[in-house]
DNA sequence: TTGAAAGCGTTACCAG
DNA sequence: CTGGTAACGCTTTCAA
């Protein structure tokens, strides 16, 4: 039983399709009686447009796609969910791409997004050859950025400013008299870990103090996996910091696990800020300290943008970037430095 | 600059579409030589064929819609991982839609759907009024069902024995000597929660032992913090039982918080057993014992039974039902009843 | 081995 | 107010 098409409803009305495309539409004048049949119509038929062909003619899709490193990672999911919810309340919705931060898989993903005639994609994903991006660029689909920037090239984007994420982290820490501190970031190709690096770093280096090159690690891809490995190294180190910012909060638990296993209490011994605010953060034990982003918002403005880039509004063509701010949200994890060892003199 | 089309190729390459047509889709026989030219002209334009058009000439979109209940929920953000995974291996693309669970919500996407003519469509949400789904099924769209049941309506599932699940959280307790034992379940509509309390119930009784009704308890939407208070209620109540089976880790942390604030310990006064293995489970402290389901396994099974269907496996069609084994995964959320009570006689 | 033409379900323009 | 018809980009059948 395949489903009714425009010219069942003509038929069964004995109008034209161009009678019934008008009355779907809203368009044209059409008599109220005419109108009322042909609603009873396609009711009674159990008609849906179909948006495949709507969309051959030139109009929406109504379909978002969004490019995201792994849904599976809470930090993407939570704002997943509220790119939907934002996107279904103006009837899109939404294609997930798990890229796995690989440009391959980005352009792939691209080029597929764009065979299938997407409205827009919104990209939150780290690309490293930002060639990847230019060749969407001129085909007129629009792209807003959101959580990461794409240096060099000029795309309406939402972030939070992680530079001042990072900044407050290493705040923090001072504050509480950490001296000897260590950052473990996400591969390079992240713009949003670089900025939080750049951050945490000023902000130490703004107190005379020093962030030496081995206290600064990377992860690969596997987030939870490599934090607790980059963590053991740093804990098993020579010269053991007594805090560690991680970029993630993923890469805070891997740390926390480190910790554990090496019987090194937190935030006694050690102190671990993460970044994100997921909902992991507040379920580890000791709770996460880190810093939150308004994922949420963050979402609902790319949307918001994208549709008004959809809807032809030049305003929000030249760079709309919004900068929201992230805010440090302590729990557990973070305690003054010379917490652990109060029975020195 | 908008996209090049067939013409814009045939023109170029001074021949038919059609020709072009049968040099994309590999058919006819076409002469070496003007297939070489045409594969280069179509390169040199950067040709892509619009998916949308070829569609409406009735072939696939090679798009999946998957209905959860929530995205931001890591369960469900697992097994959308693993089914986007295993659809873009075969050049699938995946919708998600977020249903909270909401009757009103799954009709809604379902037509959505159905309008932009998605291959097949993944479900993993409960549905109270079945007759959303008939509907569907007379329109000849392919649909299976994972983690959740639809019992009246015939239709491939791949699933967990949820029955064996709560089996296996009751014997494990059971065998911990614990008696009094509660349960806190998701909202009735939700399939697996019911079977999950059937074998939660039937272990306990097969002991000679009861599990009164002021035992079980129901959550609403929000997971989390229902579980809480539900927590709360049981653990604040005249006669407190020794351990909590929670039917999912969502609601077994919000059970982990309550304990935690009226300062009941964990393992030691109370035990908790969640269900699916997130990786909340792992996270928490102490870390959750709880029954896994194969996630992975599952999505990527669901996709592959849905494949099939597609390709008009009729093999696959009447009823391929897998049910896969829930594990038990003890870590440290649960210990002997008597654990926490050592000084008594 | 190639091409002409019909058809997929809509929309939009123009005539009446 | 209503209908005829071209167009959207592609696939497929049938002739040549």
Known sequence: MSNATIYDIAREAGVSIATVSQVINGKGKISDKRRQEIYRIMEELN??????????????????????????????????????????????????????????????????????SVDGIIIGTGVEDRDLLTPLLHKSIPIVMIAREMPGIQLPTVIVDD???????????????????????????VSSSRERLRGFRDAIMSQGLELPDEMVKKTGENLLKDGKSRALELLAGSNPPSAIFCCNDLIAIGTLQAAKELGIRVPEQLSIVGFDNTILASVTEPALTTISQPTEKMGSIAVETLIRLLEGDSTAEEQARTILTPELVIRSSTASAFAGSEAHP
Chains 1, 2 share one sequence.
């Open 163 to 189: 530079y001042a994420g990072g900044k407050k982290a290493a705040e923090h820490l001072l504050g509480l008299r950490h001296r000897s501190m260590a950052i473990i970031t996400e591969p390079t190709k």
């Open 47 to 116: 008609y849906r447009p179909s948006v495949i062909a709507s969309a051959l003619t030139g109009k929406s899709t109504f379909t978002l796609g969004l490019l995201i490193p792994d849904i599976s990672n809470p930090f993407f999911a939570e704002m997943a969910r509220a790119v939907e919810d934002c996107g279904s309340r103006s009837k899109y919705s939404l294609v997930i791409c798990s890229t796995d931060n690989k440009d391959e898989k980005v352009s792939g993903y691209l080029e597929l997004l764009q065979q299938k």
